[in-house]
């Protein structure tokens, strides 16, 4: 196969990826609101989006992927450590302990996620077709402002609502003595896994901060006497 049939390829995955993950994440967003909106509460979405939800954040794992081998220009790493904590929070919190899905958290992070993800992926879309507009591009390196922080909030606080739930059914836990001579305390885990985003979370800002700069203000050609 050729270098340009390769291209051609790798461009008609990315593109139909793409194009999959905004419309899923479109359709839970529209979902979303339309149920709460109806209800006129959030108790219950979970179960009405739950098999898209975890469809559409597990795949984004494949970003990862994608980064790399050298299909996108993007850190592997930094992508693994963004998109990790997200499907940590579903199949690690929302999925296994249901009172998480009724605390304020998981609303917060839901509307977060699905306007951050619509919106990242539509502009993938475009970009890779050349027709992505300006405004498209403002809103792809500026929502995240707001959005990024009020995601991790809502993250923070589904996990620190399953604590107790963790610690009472003794979940995913392993304690001393036991045949395998091995402990393992879930509880731990997450309280740990809370305390990293204190260092991670200015560290992702801040990277996301450069991006939008560079994308948005490049630099101008300095004039040539």
Avoid at 1 to 20: D, G, H, I, P
Avoid at 147 to 155: F, K, N
Wanted: with cysteine.
């Amino acid at each position: 196969m050729s270098k340009k049939e390769q291209s051609r390829l790798a461009k008609f995955y990315l593109t139909s990826y793409n194009v999959l993950q905004a419309v899923s994440w479109g359709y839970i967003l529209m979902k979303s609101l339309l149920y709460m909106g109806g209800k006129k509460n959030y108790k219950g979405v979970f179960e009405s989006v739950q098999w898209e939800l975890g469809v559409a954040q597990t795949a984004g794992l494949l970003e990862v992927v994608h980064g790399a081998t050298g299909l996108v220009r993007a850190n592997p790493f930094l992508t693994f450590i963004q998109i990790l904590s997200r499907v940590v929070v579903y199949w690690g919190i929302l999925v296994v302990v249901p009172e998480s899905r009724l605390q304020y958290g998981f609303p917060i992070l839901l509307v977060a996620w699905s306007i951050a993800e619509t919106t990242r992926y539509l502009f993938y879309v475009l970009s890779l077709c050349n027709a992505c507009p300006s405004i498209l591009t403002w809103c792809r390196y500026s929502f995240f402002i707001i959005l990024y922080p009020i995601g991790v909030s809502g993250e923070l606080l589904s996990i620190y609502s399953a604590l107790p739930y963790v610690k009472q059914r003794g979940l995913f836990t392993t304690y001393l003595p036991n045949r395998w001579n091995f402990s393992f305390d879930y509880q731990l885990v997450l309280i740990i896994t809370m305390l990293t985003y204190l260092p991670g979370l200015p560290q992702m800002y801040g990277h996301m901060l450069k991006q939008r700069s560079k994308v948005l203000f490049p630099p101008k050609d300095k004039k040539v006497e």
